[in-house]
């Protein structure tokens, strides 16, 4: 049997039911709204993010958490995937010969990898930059899933730095300034 909905001032929508042995069931939102599956393939499903300015450096060649760049997500389905996306900033090296990298760990699983050579120059320049990781993970799993940024100094014994600023007016000296990094994993939904 169809149900048949006129509309308030011409047209109709009908409700056909599925060619199906049982019963099915239409679960309808508590609230006013648009029903829409929300687990619809490709759908975000949630957003989570975590921002983090702590200026840090190291020496060391053993990978360090960076402040507050770590985020815990739950996934509503083992199939669903987590797109995370990390942008570290303010990256910096005090050597030519070294370098920044950077990892995205689940868990205790190095998942992403990232590089950035900025650092000081021949000619006395220092240059901040960045990195970028972006990964389509699949956790498999419904538990609660923590992510975490970490970043270690390319060549042990010089000294790398995140979260810095370049100097305004783009001089040759670092201050004491900040930039943000940022982490966000969304759960898509398979």
Avoid: H, W
Avoid at 42 to 49: A, E, K, R, T, Y
Avoid at 63 to 87: E, H, R
């Amino acid at each position: 049997m169809s149900i048949i909905l006129q509309g308030s001032t011409s047209g109709s929508v009908t409700l056909q039911e599925p060619a199906v042995a049982g019963s099915t069931v239409l679960d309808l939102p508590a609230t006013s709204g648009t029903l829409d599956r929300t687990n619809r393939a490709g759908n975000v499903l949630q957003v989570v993010q975590a921002v983090g300015s702590t200026q840090q450096a190291t020496t060391g060649n053993t990978y360090i958490d960076m402040t507050n760049m770590s985020v815990t997500i739950t996934p509503s389905s083992a199939s669903n995937k987590i797109l995370a996306i990390v942008n570290v900033n303010g990256v910096y090296a005090g050597q030519s010969v070294t370098g920044v990298q950077t990892r995205l760990v689940r868990g205790s699983t190095s998942i992403a990898f990232g590089d950035c050579y900025a650092g000081y120059q021949a000619t006395g320049d220092q240059d901040i930059g960045s990195v970028v990781m972006q990964i389509l993970d699949s956790p498999a799993t419904t538990s609660a899933t923590t992510y975490k940024v970490q970043f270690r100094s390319r060549s042990g014994g010089n000294e790398v730095r995140v979260n810095l600023n370049d100097s305004p007016g783009g001089n040759t000296q670092l201050n004491n300034d900040s930039t943000n990094s940022v982490i966000t994993l969304m759960e898509i939904a398979a």
